[in-house]
């Protein structure tokens, strides 16, 4: 399984990016999606993550309402489109897939996913 994420990118506070992670090397329909980001000196944070099926979808609480996750299973895409970004949502961002759940399950931890993606920066200046 690769992962290839891309569109991240410098953008203003109060602004929006859009975030996709393209997938090769599997049947994308039986992988649970996340997204994960690590800034600097931090840990690496959960995002948001979708299910095999497209639903249910959980975010974590400091992009709750901001950001939204999807997926195109014909495609074999997963989107994080990004708005009203502030400059704490700086940092490496990550997709991340697994195939061990069922398909209406999510995972919201890093342990939870086995293959990684190499990251795209985004940058939030104030």
């Known amino acids: 399984v690769q992962l290839q994420a891309s569109g991240g990118g410098l953008v203003q506070a109060g602004g929006s990016l859009r975030l996709s992670c393209a997938a090769s090397g599997c049947s994308f329909s039986s992988y649970t999606m996340g997204w994960f980001r690590q800034g600097p000196g931090k840990e690496r944070e959960f995002v948001a993550t979708i299910s095999r099926s497209g639903g249910p979808t959980y975010y974590g609480d400091s992009v709750k309402g901001r950001f939204t996750i999807s997926r195109d299973n014909a495609k074999g895409t997963v989107l994080l489109q990004m708005n009203a970004l502030k400059p704490e949502d700086t940092a490496l961002y990550y997709c991340?897939?697994?195939?061990?759940?069922?398909?209406?399950?999510?995972?919201?931890?890093?342990?939870?996913?086995?293959?990684w993606g190499q990251g795209t920066q985004v940058t939030v200046s104030s």
């Open positions: 991340a897939a697994d195939e061990r759940y069922s398909p209406s399950t999510v995972a919201t931890v890093v342990s939870g996913y086995e293959y």
